[in-house]
């Protein structure tokens, strides 16, 4: 069992940076593929980044690329998404997710077995 908690949302303008955190419970946490998804209002879940066990692989939307970049600390369980130059558009609840998708799953939600609650963000115009 793995639980997940998220944290790192908010206000921000159009152009501003924020930084997400995921902190992953469980003696196996390190061992999963951690991956980000948001869902705006009235939209279905959407695939925004992942990041492998050993962080040696990555992957990010194409719309994401070159603006958010995902790492993480297996020594503190947590991974993190840093988002910079924020559009309106980004505006969603982002969740963080713990699976073992293999590669051609990476970027769907149902390659994933646990899920935390979710952060707010929301960019201002």
């Known amino acids: 069992q793995v639980q997940l908690v998220e944290s790192g949302g908010g206000l921000v303008q159009t152009g501003g940076s924020l930084r997400l955190s995921c902190v992953a419970s469980?003696?196996?946490?390190?061992?999963?593929?951690m991956g980000w998804f948001r869902q705006a209002p009235g939209e279905g879940r959407e695939f925004v980044s992942a990041?492998?066990?050993?962080?040696?692989?990555?992957f990010y939307a194409d719309s994401m690329k070159g603006r958010f970049t995902i790492s993480r600390d297996n020594a503190k369980n947590t991974v993190y998404l840093q988002m910079n130059n924020l559009k309106p558009e980004d505006t969603a609840v982002y969740y963080c997710a713990a699976g073992r998708p293999p590669y051609s799953t990476t970027r769907y939600t149902y390659a994933y077995t646990y899920w935390g609650q979710g952060t707010q963000v929301t960019v201002s115009s």
């Open positions: 990041i492998n066990p050993s962080a040696g692989s990555t």
């Open positions: 469980g003696r196996t946490a390190t061992t999963y593929t």
